[in-house]
């Protein structure tokens, strides 16, 4: 008896639930047997040999019976997402394996051990199936497509081929073996069966045979037929009539003495059909009317049947003698090996499944092949994530982990940052020891060091049979970096700007951990046009005391305007700081000079008069009047507010002459510099020198040169005497004279 997933078809649900694992409504009576006339004390019957306490497998409490294999069994059960859940569970006490159902899909079994997962939730239905052999669960699925052969799934024979249903060239359904080798698919056509048979379904096969029901006769006037099939020879061997057609009927079962299957007929109502193999004598086993639906299947000469409210009994259909097998059962089918499996239970061995198989005189008994026993209760015990962690203090990654109360699950992750939505995810396989699962997140999103803030951390346990219901457990954690006075994404990294001559203005976002000494992007990103019609471009750190770095643009009538930077590499909608800067020629920012805690600007004029404007932190109106630092600065084409390199009162400010020297002038903390320091000839190969902020996280910001000849990152050292040392960088590589500014 096959078992296959029910679907929503109410016309033919009754043929998937009897096809799958019952009868719908099988009645005591057997021959001419009334209903309730039962044999008055049931047979004894032999009990179960012991097993040398081997331990059964578990049938989990809580799943449905889907599927007899002849090593194993199939549980299937509905998940939380709605997805159809299957569990192959060994009989020999191996691990269980997990299969997923297609969605929108199903499933049915026979041939021994093989599972057929199709993409139609009514068997009859799949066109497109994968043929697994759970004899050898790791072993690779067989994939066959039925459509495109125009046919339909019917039974599976071997776990390379199929009985389908075939469409010829004159629109007349036929039956065929359909066969996977390696790439080919190859058909050939069952003989033996009527020209107009169609709708075919079948039983499991077994034996080199398989029983097969079909719709005969004209359109509206339909009656059934059934026909035993011999594989090998392709051909129907013997048939038998039905008053009923096709779908709506199943029950197909076949041994070495009889053929079952479930009919009707006016006036008699329902009954299970049997006919004698050697004598071809049918009988009736009329079926009588209870709550809950009837299951039968066939073990020799006996008809083993049920229901929920009843014992399990089996008639021999050579007698009609009656014998009560278990207690209790739900559900039967046969594995297609001679016995059958029924899920019940007995006073004497509990819950679970029992085999039914015929003693060695000739009746059937039922012994316990595996334990009914609730599914693993799953959970998380203990949660070890942080509330808050600072990456500049941990090396930029952070460990993560939840205790579980059994080892052989997995842990599906998920970090999702509260305000952009990114996600990272990853799963945590079993720990080698204990029921830790951890792991340690690197600080990275999409490529690119995370952004600071909030994030949900959803944690989904489950076990590793699929077994049980997910676990879940959510969390938040606090990202936080020290202040990087060039990052506009927020995320502790380095942006650096660049415009090229289409006045197009790009974003590119450095690691904040060098590899090996070499700076590397994380990526570029456009940040729009329109941009040519600025003079100069000046990152300047942070404005308005909103921890993100903001811009100011000078353009060509002699106004200052302000970008607030927004923490996501964009900014908010400029905002005109005044009219006159025009007067001036260079501006640098981004340094605090007076050790306020508040970034400043300086500006030199066109008569070499270096001016200081001291940082307010408002966003509308950022700078205070101006203040005058001294004259003599005409002699530098550079100046970089490069922060606090040196370790002194207050930030830095490098200059480079017309000679190519670079001079360093450390902030004093009034605004105003110690006598500079000379730091070295050749920056005259630079077009642009960009106080960078703290490249490669170690707590000083460093500086950054673009020129033809290639960049580099001049990394601070701390000394006043040798500032800087300088590093490779993929940063703007084979790009040094495509951009006019770089900020």
Do not use: C
Request: net charge negative.
């Amino acid at each position: 008896m096959q078992f296959r997933s029910t679907g929503t078809r109410s016309t033919r649900l009754a043929a998937a639930v009897t096809a799958v694992l019952a009868v719908t409504a099988l009645g005591a009576g057997t021959l001419a047997t009334a209903p309730t006339a039962f044999a008055a004390t049931p047979a004894a019957v032999t009990a179960p040999a012991a097993q040398d306490d081997a331990v059964l497998p578990v049938y989990p409490e809580g799943m449905d019976l889907g599927g007899l294999g002849t090593s194993g069994f199939l549980a299937h059960s509905l998940g939380h997402d709605g997805s159809r859940k299957l569990l192959w569970t060994p009989y020999d006490g191996g691990a269980a394996t997990s299969l997923q159902v297609p969605e929108d899909g199903g499933w049915t079994m026979g041939a021994g051990d093989v599972v057929v997962l199709g993409d139609d939730n009514w068997s009859a239905q799949m066109r497109s199936i994968t043929l697994r052999n759970m004899a050898t669960p790791s072993a690779p699925g067989v994939d066959i497509d039925l459509g495109a052969l125009d046919g339909n799934y019917v039974a599976v024979l071997s776990p390379t081929s199929v009985l389908a249903q075939l469409t010829n060239a004159v629109g007349q359904a036929e039956l065929h073996v359909v066969t996977k080798d390696g790439t080919t698919t190859t058909h050939r056509k069952i003989s033996g069966l009527p020209a107009n048979a169609t709708d075919y379904f079948g039983s499991n096969a077994h034996d080199g045979s398989v029983l097969v029901g079909y719709e005969t006769g004209p359109e509206f006037e339909r009656t059934g037929g059934r026909a035993l099939i011999d594989v090998a020879a392709g051909t129907a061997t013997t048939t038998y009539a039905s008053p009923e057609s096709g779908y709506g009927f199943g029950g197909l079962e076949f041994s070495a003495s009889h053929v079952t299957w479930f009919a009707n007929e006016a006036g008699t109502g329902d009954y299970i059909a049997s006919v004698d193999r050697a004598t071809g004598e049918e009988k009736r086993t009329v079926l009588g009317a209870h709550d809950g639906e009837w299951y039968s299947t066939l073990v020799g000469d006996w008809l083993v049947y049920g229901n929920p409210t009843t014992p399990v009994r089996a008639v021999s259909l050579a007698t009609g003698e009656v014998r009560q097998l278990m207690d209790s059962g739900s559900t039967a089918g046969s594995p297609g090996d001679g016995t059958a499996v029924v899920h019940g239970a007995t006073a004497a061995d509990g819950k679970g499944l029992f085999r039914i198989e015929l003693a060695e005189d000739g009746t059937p008994k039922a012994t316990k092949v595996a334990d009914e026993a609730p599914l693993v209760d799953l959970k998380i015990e203990q949660v070890h994530v942080p509330d808050r962690v600072n990456l500049d203090q941990t090396g930029g990654e952070v460990t993560l982990g939840w205790t579980l109360s059994h080892r052989e699950a997995y842990v599906d992750v998920t970090l999702t940052h509260m305000v952009t939505e990114k996600e990272y995810r990853t799963r945590v396989y079993a720990p080698a020891e204990g029921n830790r699962f951890s792991f340690s997140w690197d600080g990275v999103l999409d490529g690119a060091d995370a952004p600071n803030g909030s994030y949900a951390v959803m944690a989904e346990a489950v076990l590793l049979d699929g077994t049980g219901e997910p676990v879940h457990q959510g969390w938040r954690m606090d990202v936080v970096r020290t202040i990087n006075t060039h990052d506009f994404t927020n995320n502790g990294s380095t942006d650096v700007l660049a415009r090229d001559a289409s006045g197009v203005l790009w974003r590119d976002d450095l690691r904040d951990r060098s590899a090996d000494g070499h700076v590397e992007t994380a990526g570029r990103t456009r940040i729009g046009a329109g941009w040519n019609t600025y003079k100069q471009i000046e990152a300047v750190g942070d404005l308005a005391g909103n921890e993100v770095a903001d811009l100011v643009a000078l353009d060509g009538s002699g106004v200052l305007w302000h970008y607030l930077g927004k923490g996501y590499g964009t900014f908010d909608t400029r905002v005109r700081i005044g009219g006159g800067w025009g007067v001036y020629n260079k501006l640098t920012g981004g340094s605090d000079l007076d050790g306020d805690g508040r970034t400043d600007l300086l500006a030199t004029d066109a008569s070499g008069v270096l001016w200081f404007y001291k940082g307010t932190g408002d966003a509308v109106k950022p700078f205070a009047t101006r203040a005058r630092v001294g004259g003599g600065w005409g002699v530098y084409n550079q100046l970089t507010a490069v922060g606090n390199i040196a370790g002194t009162a207050a930030g830095d400010l490098v200059a480079r002459d017309t000679a190519g020297v670079l001079w360093l002038y450390q902030g004093n903390g009034n605004g105003n510099f110690t006598t500079r320091v000379r730091v070295g000839g050749g920056w005259g190969a630079f077009s642009q020198l960009v106080g960078a902020g703290d490249v490669d996280s170690d707590g000083r910001p460093d500086l950054i040169a673009y020129g033809a000849g290639g960049t580099y990152v001049y990394r601070s050292t701390g000394s006043a005497l040798t500032p800087f040392s300088r590093r490779t960088t993929d940063l703007y590589a084979g790009e040094g004279t495509k951009f006019n500014s770089v900020a």
